[in-house]
């Protein structure tokens, strides 16, 4: 069947599924970059800062909800590759219904709660009001996040990371084009670009909607089919709960950082900001593979290939180690040129601060591409505490060491104390994979 991946030239299978997820992360990236470029260039730095301080709270809650997706594709990949369509059929009712009511709450909150999460970071007082009605606004279109996510994850699952592509692609050119409306244009301020953002994630999502139920059946519900399976909805709890917690665990993480950042001012923030989206940009290669890998393991899981998860693993790590060294090199050369994207030449602090933190992050950033294949692997053999574990450790160390070396360092120093959290959890996870595999060949030396 289309989309099978426990067959087949394992390499091949990896890199052709993982692009189509790079291009998407990397449009992604692009999403959110194009609103904090604009919003730089035609408001002000102080617009980029409320924007920057809004980023890692608005994440807490997307990134909750991604998780969640995600235990739950991990759940469908088992059963598509185990050959289950009946029960995947069932899983995708049930966790769909307990999104959407989950989703629906969670907006209600963080709107009641933006201000005070804003005020509890020590966001400054001049662009407190403008990240405020920022995050309302996209804590107002939660559930097109959602329904995209769900979708594109519940694709993925069966092999196809082509199709969300294309929907993530149109969105982001028309997120592009509103936000240049809407801010340059209308005079709106942030609250256009993130009308601009909800409008667009509206749109990508109805796109996933419409395309899976004309095209894929398997994924499509009709209403009788619309049923909550009180046993998967205990095992999709078990699984979604945790990568859940994993994803807001790291923008909890980032989110405190942002505190660290907050008290050096206005220049921090905006300079903090930009190079945090670079960061993202970045370490969107390792994502990509690891989602590849995730599936890829998942698939294989529930057809009873260890070999084959194995082997993913170790060519997943050594594609991870090239791209790493290449990318590093052109981020420590090019550091300069990349902060002149976000703030004029004329903003010297800003862009100072911005080339500081990015010459010595780029060292590390094989740290953070390497765990990420790992946490691709756990996530797809269903070992989700593993990878909530090590990312838990990673978090309170990156945070701990911040506050203890920023005020004394500066921002640059946040870099050192986020590679100390990856060395951590690389350890962590290496110890993981030695013990589940040595005890997977036990188990297979027994019976024989």
């Known amino acids: 069947m289309k989309g099978d991946m426990t067959r087949g030239n394992t390499t091949r299978i990896l890199i052709k599924f993982a692009i189509p997820l790079l291009l998407g992360n990397l449009f992604q990236q692009l999403y959110n970059t194009t609103d904090a470029i604009i919003v730089g260039r035609y408001i002000g730095k102080n617009a980029l800062a409320a924007v920057g301080v809004a980023n890692p709270i608005m ?45 629906i709450a969670l907006s209600i909150v963080c709107i009641l709660l933006s201000r005070w999460m804003l005020i509890i970071t020590g966001t400054p007082e001049e662009i407190l009001d403008d990240a405020d009605i920022f995050l309302k606004i996209i804590f107002g279109g939660l559930i097109f996040s959602f329904l995209y996510n769900f979708y594109s994850s519940s694709l993925r699952a069966i ?44 749109i990508s999502s109805l796109l996933c909607v419409a395309y899976v139920y004309t095209r894929i059946p398997l994924l499509s519900l009709k209403k009788d089919e619309l ?31 942002q505190g660290v950042v907050n008290p050096f001012g206005t220049n921090a923030i905006a300079a903090y900001n930009s190079v945090t989206r670079i960061d993202s940009f970045v370490m969107a290669g390792g994502e990509s593979l690891s ?6 393991s998942a698939q294989n899981k529930g057809a009873g290939k260890t070999d084959r998860i194995m082997e993913g693993f170790k060519k997943s790590a050594a594609i ?10 052109a981020i420590y050369f090019k550091a300069e040129g990349i902060m002149k994207l976000f703030v004029s030449a004329d903003e010297k602090e800003v862009i100072s601060i911005g080339i500081g933190y990015l010459k010595a992050i780029s ?3 094989m740290l953070s591409n390497i765990n990420n294949v790992f946490q691709g692997l ?3 053999i269903g070992k989700l505490r593993i990878t909530f574990f ?50 997977i060949k036990d188990e297979e030396r027994a019976t024989i």
Not at 396 to 420: E, N, T
Request: proline residues 1%; charged residues 10%; glycine residues 8%.
């Open 291 to 296: 989602a590849s890998v995730a599936t890829y």
């Open 159 to 202: 092999g196809d990371s082509n199709t969300p592509l294309i929907f993530l692609i149109i969105s982001c050119v028309l997120n592009a084009v509103l936000c240049i409306v809407f801010v340059a244009g209308f005079k709106l301020g942030v609250a256009g670009s993130a009308i601009a953002t909800v409008i667009a994630q509206g």
């Open 227 to 257: 049923v909550v399976e009180k046993d998967l909805l205990k095992l999709s709890l078990q699984y979604s709960w945790v990568t859940a917690l994993q994803q807001t665990c790291i923008y909890i993480g980032k989110l405190m950082v």
């Open 59 to 103: 994440s807490v809650a997307i990134f909750f909800i991604f998780g969640i997706c995600i235990g739950t594709s991990v759940l469908m990949a088992q059963l598509f590759g185990a050959g289950k369509y009946d029960e995947l059929k069932k899983e995708v009712s049930t966790s769909l219904i307990a999104g959407i009511i989950f989703t």
């Open 320 to 329: 991870m180690a090239v791209y790493s060294i290449i990318i590093g090199l």
């Open 390 to 439: 090590a990312t838990f450790i990673q978090i309170i160390i990156r945070v701990a060491l911040s506050y203890i070396l920023a005020p004394h360092f500066g921002i640059a120093s946040v870099c050192y104390a986020i590679a100390a959290g990856w060395v951590v959890m690389l350890v962590y996870e290496m110890l993981s994979y030695r013990k589940y595999f040595k005890e």
């Open 378 to 380: 756990f996530r797809g």
């Open 363 to 365: 060292f590390f950033y």
